[in-house]
């Protein structure tokens, strides 16, 4: 008896204390280094409780005593997980987790404070991320944009450059971004987007609407910010490499000559500290015969090489990176053949377009506390194209021309700086701030004199957080310009309201100012297609600009998520640089300010993942309107209607998949400047609609290999019909507008090990 007393006792004792132990507290907070994280997952592995931290990034959990695993997920972050033996109440005080390069498709950067989830961003985000690019099969990333709603691309073949609109709105308010450093162009024409190394791209970000308080001039329209790779792992050695073979319409010759060639190689190391990275890819376009005759081509043969180079160091709360871009193209413009009188054999006279950007990056970062950090980002591109005319003599030789404009090279250089402080006060209000310069000059045979153009700015701007539903982000950028008289300052401001679960309202204004580039001032163009002259009379722009987003989850399970978003725009702009004809001189082409320019348009776009099939479908329709004088009375917008899908269906069992990209674009009707006795008047165009589709299919065997191959251009697509007899924008000519070198067949294989 006395014996089972005891052993009772000692049961009682030990059944109450674990009971005491049995409500013992985990607690601790989550953060990115700089801002809370709300919504991470923590989890005891062993017993399958599990909590998620709250807006301010704290948690609290319960646990009975014993060795636990506890884990940390939050999606666009890598994982964490912390062995512990818990014995009391233990509080883990500050856990960091880091950004996951894998998942960056669902973490966006782009005018963020630091990076976070599409979700919860103030802007309206579109992500192309790593895996829709590679399954495009592209060689170039106006590709991989072309079928992208709201886009619209034209190409000029005799200068071998490519235009792009966003919500209507021309290239010159479309701001690249090459990891937040804004990328020169030589001309009106965003020809950089085809000299940027799409093999070293983990993600596009695209985002519509005025960005002028955070990056300033040219951003009217939006943004696209091309994000290269970076390290994946903390120890590691990657090596990837790429060979693809593309038809021109029905032209084709293994590895040289007709067709697309596209060859790449890339090597990169990282340790806990240092990583280092490196590669080249060379594009080979043998040009494409079309409509012309003889030696000449419609569309020109290009050649490029695009080399890079990565250093960079991290430890603890300071990281930095240096980042080196090149690119060496040549476009060939081939002559027609003659008899030479001197040596009685045949002769041609071709000129080459030699570009050469080199383009250095320096960006370093640092974490004074979990509150306050400090970046910096430099940069300096020294750009130039040449022009190089020469006479070959099919028998012997060729020799140079000397003759006045035969040969030329006009030099653009810019410098970039920008210092941004990041400061989260407490959990409702955060500030960004800093300086921006830009130095931009330029010189050369084309160019009226040496010009230089200095940008200097201050932002700033703030992030409300008013609850969990209400996200406010006013800004201002504070301006002065060297040339021209900046308005004083630039505001806007950004919301975001939760009206439901899975329903937001994204809500924008923006004040926009752009001066006129160098290009537009002072660069003077002339061959047989092309009369430009700068015009160094022009007025900076000005616009306001309104937009707002619906976005709603409609259902977000495992097995399916679909999303959609309705958005709406209306812009307007003063004095707006377009090229019309010179009304001193009717057999020119200048840049001229329009009056009054408006656009205004309807998006929505549906994404849906159900098993192993995604899918996309968008529809847009927008409007422009462009007054060159008071005196008109046109009608008040023009309308053209888009519609875009992207379907892919995966085979898991094969380790494969098919995708088919499709988009139908509506007629643009629209205006262009014309000179008459009276003065510039507005004369009414139209080109024809369209549509691009691209069906691939990839195949991934050895774990390390994938093959993909597939149709571009599916329906055939090569001009378009244009009621423009007469150019009216000095590219090329007037009448059939050139959109591709039509269907085409490729076949790619890529390899990426890493150990």
């Keep these: 008896m006395r014996t089972f007393l005891i052993s009772l006792s000692v049961f009682l004792v030990t059944l109450a204390t674990e009971a005491q132990q049995g409500t013992l507290v985990l607690t601790g907070q989550l953060t990115d280094g700089r801002e809370p994280l709300q919504g991470v997952t923590v989890r005891l592995k062993e017993q399958g409780r599990a909590t998620v931290s709250g807006e301010d990034g704290k ?22 997980s912390i062995e512990l033996g818990i014995r009391n109440n233990y509080d883990f005080g500050t856990i960091e987790l880091e950004i996951d390069p894998h998942a960056l498709n669902e973490v966006v950067v782009t005018g963020q404070f630091a990076p976070q989830s599409m979700r919860n961003s103030v802007y309206n985000i579109r992500v192309i991320n790593q895996e829709q690019i590679r399954l495009r099969g592209a060689t170039n990333i106006q590709s991989v944009l072309s079928t992208e709603l709201g886009m619209r691309f034209s190409n000029d073949l005799t200068l071998g450059t490519t235009d792009v609109e966003l919500m209507g709105m021309s290239g010159q308010n479309v701001k690249i971004l090459l990891d937040g450093v804004p990328v020169i162009d030589r001309g009106a024409t965003r020809e950089s987007l085809g000299q940027i190394d799409i093999n070293n791209v983990e993600k596009i970000e695209i985002v519509e609407g005025p960005m002028s308080v955070n990056y300033g001039s040219d951003a009217l329209a939006g943004v696209i910010n091309i994000i290269t790779k970076k390290s994946a792992s903390a120890n590691a050695i990657t090596l990837n490499a790429r060979v693809s073979e593309e038809t021109a319409g029905d032209e084709y010759k293994a590895f040289s000559g007709a067709g697309t060639h596209h060859e790449s190689l890339g090597l990169s190391w990282q340790n806990a500290r240092f990583e280092a990275a490196g590669g080249v890819t060379r594009n080979f376009f043998g040009g494409w015969q079309g409509s012309a005759t003889g030696r000449k081509m419609e569309w020109m043969p290009k050649e490029q090489y695009l080399p890079y180079a990565q250093l960079g160091f991290r430890k603890a709360a300071f990281s930095a990176w240096y980042r080196f871009n090149g690119t060496k193209e040549t476009l060939k413009s081939l002559g027609n053949t003659y008899v030479n009188t001197n040596s009685n054999h045949e002769s041609a006279t071709d000129q080459f377009y030699v570009t050469n950007r080199w383009f250095h990056q320096l960006q370093s970062e640092y974490r004074i506390n979990a509150g306050n950090s400090l970046s910096l ?25 000397s003759l006045s404009g035969n040969q030329d090279k006009s030099i653009f250089t810019s410098s970039f700086l920008r210092l941004t402080g990041q400061h989260r006060l407490n959990s409702v209000f955060s500030l960004q701030h800093g300086v921006e310069i830009n130095l931009n000059g330029a010189s050369g045979e084309r160019i009226e004199g040496s010009p230089e153009i200095n940008d200097y700015a201050y932002f700033a701007s703030s992030e409300i957080k008013l609850g969990s539903k209400v996200n406010l982000r006013p800004g201002l950028r504070f301006i002065y310009n060297s040339v021209y008289d900046a308005p004083p300052v630039i505001p806007s401001v950004n919301t975001k309201f939760t009206l439901a679960k899975g329903l937001d309202l994204r809500a924008a204004y923006a004040r926009g100012f752009r001066s006129p580039a160098l290009r537009e001032l002072y660069f003077t163009f002339f061959d047989a297609s092309h009369s430009i002259k700068g015009n160094p009379n022009l007025k900076a722009e000005t616009s306001d600009s309104y937009n707002a987003f619906l976005s709603y989850q409609v259902t977000d399970r495992q097995d399916l998520r679909w999303n959609t978003t309705l958005g709406t725009f209306y812009n307007t702009f003063d004095n707006l640089i377009s090229i019309g004809i010179d009304p001193n001189d009717t057999g020119i082409n200048t840049y001229l300010n329009v009056d009054k320019h408006k656009t205004t348009g309807l998006t929505l776009n549906n994404t849906l993942y159900w098993k192993n099939l995604y899918a996309t479908l968008g529809f847009s ?42 988009k139908y674009t509506g007629k643009l009707p629209r205006y262009i400047a014309e000179t008459t006795s009276t003065g510039v008047i507005a004369k009414p165009t139209e080109i024809e609609g369209y549509t691009l589709a691209d069906l691939t299919f990839n195949k991934v065997f050895y774990k390390y290999f994938t093959l993909n191959a597939g149709v571009k251009n599916l329906f055939d697509v090569t001009r378009l019909t244009n009621s423009q007899t007469d150019s009216g924008a000095a590219h090329s000519t007037g009448g059939a507008v050139p959109m591709s070198y039509g269907r085409s067949y490729f076949l790619g294989l890529s390899v990426q090990i890493t150990k």
Aim: aromatic fraction near 14%; avoid cysteine; hydrophobic fraction near 35%.
């Design 621 to 662: 329709r927008i409007g422009r309107y462009n007054s060159f004088s008071e005196s008109e009375d046109l009608a008040e917008f023009l309308w053209t209607s888009e519609v875009n899908t992207n379907l892919r269906y995966n085979f898991p069992k094969i380790a494969s998949n098919i995708s088919l990209f499709l």
């Design 59 to 80: 948690f609290s959990l319960q646990a009975n005593p014993g060795n636990h695993t506890i884990t940390f997920d939050l999606t666009g972050y890598r994982p964490k």
């Design 377 to 401: 980002a430099a940069a300096y591109t020294d750009y130039s194209r040449a022009t190089q005319t020469t006479e070959i003599d099919l028998v012997t030789d060729r020799r140079t021309l």
